[in-house]
């Protein structure tokens, strides 16, 4: 069974080295429609009546500089909490899988499909890639962010048509399969209740799309700034600092999902001119606070490294068992 439906007709859609193409099962007139595979890798699986602009999503210019920021590893110890989190939940999973009464071997086991929304130029995505799932959707709306990602993964030779493995014992290595992908959050193009986990890394929260694609026992991770975040950054460029409600949405994953537990991490950021541009370029404060004001902090940066604590939550829940 297929894991990926298409986003034009929803019918069964097989992925290929060239080309994906669904079956037109579903559709009125039997079509099957074709997505290219691109040469870096990413297939694009956005219509354009989901598009709300012509380039929807991060710029170029705010990807690059989160490259950059990200790549420095001033977001390491977030990075490191997330993926800790995602090794314990699928270490459970296999632990109940283990204890079951007939004996579940891995070639019998169903595989793990995790989807990384909003994944961006994959910072976090290539990391968790390490943490035990079998397939790894990297999604969002973003093409060249995708398209980073892409590149990132086939030099890694984690896409999903090529083969990883170990230079020693030639077995398949022990990292996902990795199948980036232009699409929308709203109407992802995946078989229902095929997944078994999601993280959203400050990236929107649907609850409608996560619980239609989420298994019966799925996983939901979440990362959003915590109170306090950057705190001195903001109140350079802003008059009135507004504190973040972190934990705003999860009544609105209450009818679906269930809070498991609730993890905070921060870090204290002393940060060069460069990567105090590259910080604002890659926030909304980019365009939220005044230029003179972002013109001031930079320039008194050039002479005195800037201070400040970026401060994080992460949010662990399991999609509610139906009653």
């Known amino acids: 069974m297929s894991l990926f439906i298409c986003p034009l007709c929803q019918s069964p859609m097989q992925p290929a080295a060239d080309t994906w193409r669904c079956d037109g099962s579903l559709h009125p007139k039997q079509t ?147 199948y980036p992908l232009v699409t929308s959050a709203a109407h992802l193009p995946l078989r229902a209740h095929s997944i078994k986990g999601i993280s959203s890394i400050f990236s929107p929260i649907l609850p409608d799309a996560f619980n239609d694609v989420l298994a019966a026992d799925g996983y939901l991770i979440i990362a959003k700034p915590d109170i306090g975040h950057l705190a001195t950054m903001r109140e350079a460029l802003f008059d009135n600092v507004r504190e973040h409600d972190s934990d705003k949405f999860l009544h609105e994953l209450a009818p679906y999902f269930t809070l498991m537990g609730t993890e905070h991490v921060s870090t204290e950021m002393t940060l060069s001119a460069a990567d105090l541009a590259d910080l604002m370029t890659m926030t909304p404060y980019a365009y939220r606070a005044l230029n003179e004001k972002r013109q001031a902090l930079l320039a008194a940066v050039e002479t005195e490294s800037f201070t400040t604590q970026a401060k994080f939550v992460v949010y662990i829940l399991q999609k509610t068992a139906a009653e």
């Open 32 to 178: 099957a429609h074709p997505f290219d595979v691109a040469r870096q890798g990413y297939v694009n699986l956005l219509p354009v009546q989901q598009k709300k602009s012509k380039a929807p999503g991060d710029s170029q210019q705010s990807i690059e500089a989160r490259k950059r920021f990200l790549n420095a590893g001033h977001y390491q110890p977030l990075q490191t909490l997330i993926c800790q989190k995602m090794r314990e939940l699928l270490a459970k999973n296999e632990s109940v899988a283990d204890s079951a009464i007939e004996p579940i071997t891995k070639k019998d086991s169903k595989a793990i499909n995790w989807l990384d929304i909003g994944c961006g130029e994959g910072y976090y995505t290539q990391a968790m890639a390490q943490t035990g799932m079998d397939t790894l959707i990297a999604a969002d709306i973003s093409k060249p962010a995708v398209v980073e990602l892409a590149k990132a993964s086939k030099v890694a030779g984690r896409l999903w048509y090529q083969q990883v493995k170990d230079s020693v014992t030639n077995a398949t290595a022990k990292s996902a399969v990795i």
